[in-house]
């Protein structure tokens, strides 16, 4: 069955108000599972397991793993990435700071602190991009008019000011922003999360570097 944002929209009520215990305890150790293993890595054994349920009830709640898998990125895209770090995001966006830097920082602590709260969440949704094209393409059309079209617009302030390059597409200096902070955000959550790194340091020095390339030169 396709994968469509209508779809994950109908999942989304029983994500919200689950028929049982079982069920809430499932889609929640799924969530887990999914996150750290995949879809591919993830067996029904082991999600069994890991909701203290048999495969036998898991099946009963479930039919498929593609079922619990549909449930799980329901919940991911909307009611958790939709509505809570886009939303919040957004509004950061139209929020012009006084300065460049302020604006810029200031969005960036927000997402280090909200991908902090809850990092199998980041870890779930770069699974759900790889692993789904249909998917990566709803999502992505939910980030295009929620975040993209929202910060080439605060770009295109930063330049009219004078405080960076008016000599820059907009679109290119959104998608380096976008790059640096995603791969800050994998790097401590994904990747090295043992690995000690100072947020507030690293924060500065993206933003340093980022701008350095950016600023106008007066």
Excluded: C
Aim: cysteine-free; glycine content about 4%.
């Amino acid at each position: 069955m396709k994968l469509t944002l209508k779809l994950l929209q109908n999942e989304l009520d029983s994500y919200q108000n689950p028929s049982s215990t079982k069920e809430k305890d499932i889609v929640e150790a799924a969530e887990n599972v999914f996150s750290e293993l995949g879809f591919d890595g993830a067996t029904t054994a082991e999600l069994a397991k890991q909701a203290n349920v048999t495969e036998r009830t898991l099946f009963k709640y479930f039919p498929s793993k593609n079922d619990l898998y549909r449930r799980v990125l329901s919940g991911l895209l909307l009611s958790t990435i939709v509505p809570g770090h886009m939303s919040d995001l957004k509004e950061r966006l139209q929020t012009l700071k006084p300065n460049f830097k302020e604006w810029y920082l200031s969005i960036l602590k927000a997402r280090y602190t909200a991908v902090a709260k809850e990092p199998k969440k980041l870890k779930l949704l770069l699974g759900a991009l790889l692993f789904s094209k249909e998917f990566a393409e709803i999502f992505g059309n939910l980030w295009k008019i929620n975040l993209y079209d929202t910060s080439v617009e605060a770009i295109e302030y930063f330049q009219q000011t004078g405080e960076i390059r008016k000599n820059l597409d907009p679109n290119q200096i959104v998608r380096a922003s976008f790059s640096l902070a995603a791969s800050f955000l994998i790097t401590k959550f994904v990747l090295a999360p043992k690995y000690p790194i100072d947020p507030e340091k690293e924060m500065e020095t993206i933003f340093s570097i980022f701008y350095e390339g950016i600023k106008n030169e007066k």
